[in-house]
């Protein structure tokens, strides 16, 4: 994988996170710390289209129908023990 060499510009309380992170041993450097945020957005980005696909595909789904959870409870004890 190539790598490209960015700049980029901190308020002094971004940066001073950025070094603390640093001196806790999270991270060897400044580049492996914002790599690993952009991860995690990335994840957590992928996590919400997830889970709005999920939330279309329910309201696709049709109608909601009543539920009956001792109707429930009780096919799970039937079927599980």
Same mark, same amino acid.
């Given at each position: 994988? %190539? /790598?490209?060499?960015? /700049?980029? /510009?901190? /308020? +002094?309380? $971004? +940066?001073?996170?950025?070094?603390?992170?640093? +001196?806790?041993?999270?991270? %060897?450097? +400044?580049?492996?710390?914002?790599?690993?945020?952009?991860?995690? &957005? $990335?994840?957590?980005? *992928?996590?919400?289209?997830?889970?709005?696909?999920?939330?279309?595909?329910?309201?696709? %789904?049709? &109608?909601?129908?009543?539920?009956?959870? *001792?109707?429930?409870?009780?096919?799970?004890?039937?079927?599980?023990?």
């Amino acid at each position: 994988m %190539s /790598t490209v060499r960015k /700049t980029i /510009t901190l /308020t +002094d309380q $971004q +940066d001073n996170w950025v070094k603390a992170q640093i +001196d806790a041993g999270h991270y %060897s450097n +400044d580049s492996d710390c914002i790599r690993d945020l952009i991860r995690r &957005e $990335q994840e957590r980005s *992928a996590e919400i289209e997830a889970l709005r696909a999920a939330l279309d595909e329910g309201e696709a %789904s049709g &109608e909601p129908r009543p539920f009956n959870l *001792a109707a429930f409870k009780h096919r799970m004890l039937a079927a599980h023990g």
